[in-house]
Every structure is written in structure tokens, then in C-alpha cells.
């Protein structure tokens, strides 16, 4: 996924141990397309049935608070495919839809083992940053871009 979304933590317990994971979620329920003469997004009728929701646990995950005080915490690998058939663990998103990504902290117990599967069992705090928003895309929008690369 580029740009990459890369987090740092402030406020959190050294002694504690986290998790970090990320999902992809949807932000309405329409679908759009890419008007060239305008140079925007417009809706273009009603969204299709999202893919059920994945979360991607950082692969560095569980850290201690001390660990997060003094890093950034990079999903640089977080992979998005639009196969809803999908057995690799990437996150599925529609095309030609709008999503927001959502980071969420979790405390892990002492002694918890495994991954973090429902985050209504679990202690967390999700963060959203509503300059991330982006409308998925499985090809160019840029005439330009499409046409040219085929000169």
C-alpha cells in the first residue's frame, strides 16, 4: 500500500506490552468514478457489497510501551488486493470505492499468547486520521498515465 501509513505513540505505559493492528474500512455506501473533464471523483451509484473486514497485525507486534515511545510503527507491508478469494492475509477492498484506514492499540495481558482475533474481547483504542481517506483503484485514472504507458 503506498503511501505507507506509519504511526508513533505518546501517553502509553512502558511496562505494558501492545499490539498494533490495521483494517481497511469503508466510508460510505456508494461507488464512484473519475470524471477527467472535471478532474474529480463523482458518484456513480450505490457501493457494492463489502468484502468482509481483515486486520493486519503489525509482524513486530506485541511491543512494550517502551518500544513504541521510541519508534515508528510502519505498515510498509501491508498488501490490498480486490480478490475476494483471497488466502494470503491481504486486506480486500472493492474498486472504485472509498476507505478509511483505522489503527488500533491493544493492550496485551501478561502471559496472552496468540494473535489478537476480536477486538471486542480485548482492551483497545482505535485511532482514525481522516486525512488518510482514499478511493481504491485497480487501474490508472490518468489518461495521461494509461495511455501513454502503451506508446
Not at 502509553?12 to 481497511?24: G, K
Not at 510503527?73 to 478509511?100: A, I, R
Amino acid at each position: 500500500m503506498f503511501p505507507t501509513v506509519r504511526v508513533s505513540f505518546t501517553g502509553i505505559r512502558s511496562d505494558q506490552r501492545y499490539a498494533v493492528l490495521l483494517d481497511i474500512v469503508p466510508v460510505d455506501n456508494k461507488r464512484y468514478r473519475y470524471a477527467y473533464h472535471r478532474s474529480s471523483w463523482l458518484v456513480a451509484g450505490k457501493a457494492d457489497p463489502p468484502a468482509p473486514c481483515r486486520k493486519c497485525a503489525h509482524p513486530d507486534s506485541p511491543y512494550t510501551g517502551e518500544q513504541l515511545r521510541k519508534q515508528v510503527v510502519s505498515f510498509e507491508k501491508v498488501k490490498l488486493t480486490n480478490n475476494e478469494m483471497d488466502k494470503h492475509g491481504h486486506l480486500v477492498l472493492n474498486s472504485m470505492h472509498k476507505y478509511q484506514p483505522r489503527v488500533h492499540l491493544v493492550i496485551r495481558p501478561e502471559g496472552s499468547s496468540g494473535n489478537v482475533i476480536d477486538l471486542e474481547n480485548e482492551s483497545y483504542k482505535t485511532f482514525i486520521f481522516p486525512e488518510t481517506v482514499f478511493t481504491a483503484v485497480t487501474a490508472y485514472q490518468n489518461q495521461l498515465v494509461s495511455t501513454s504507458l502503451f506508446l
